[in-house]
């Protein structure tokens, strides 16, 4: 995409499926119509300042979150965390060398998925 348009379309787009709701639904909170919202997420029409601000508040986020094309959903930084937490906490209920043979298990596990890997093409 290399339109500003199509960018902050495609990241309300992003943010609202991370939100769980249909173009349908968030219509509906912004009282506009569905094809408004397709219109706005694949950047053909210009959203004005007061329907982004209704999109921000439908969607609980920032006016400056939308305009991050570099964006990184807190939802996701939130989910690494409580798992990083809950790996802490059973790690602090092992003896140290059981640790330290857990943390060469797991690089080595991780090492050989990213090494092996290879993303699907489209």
Do not use: W
């Amino acid at each position: 995409m290399s339109s500003i348009e199509k960018q902050i379309g495609a990241q309300l787009a992003r943010v609202r499926r991370e939100r769980g709701l249909t173009q349908s639904e968030l219509a509906e909170l912004i009282n506009v119509t569905t094809e408004t919202i397709s219109r706005l997420e694949r950047g053909v029409s210009i959203p004005s300042l007061k329907t982004i601000e209704n999109v921000g508040n439908a969607l609980n986020i920032h006016l400056r979150d939308i305009f991050d094309l570099e964006y990184t959903p807190k939802l996701k930084v939130a989910a690494v965390e409580k798992e990083t937490a809950k790996l802490i906490a059973f790690l602090k209920t092992k003896r140290i060398d059981d640790i330290k043979m857990c943390y060469r298990i797991l690089r080595n596990v991780l090492g050989q998925i990213e090494k092996n890997y290879q993303p699907k093409k489209k």
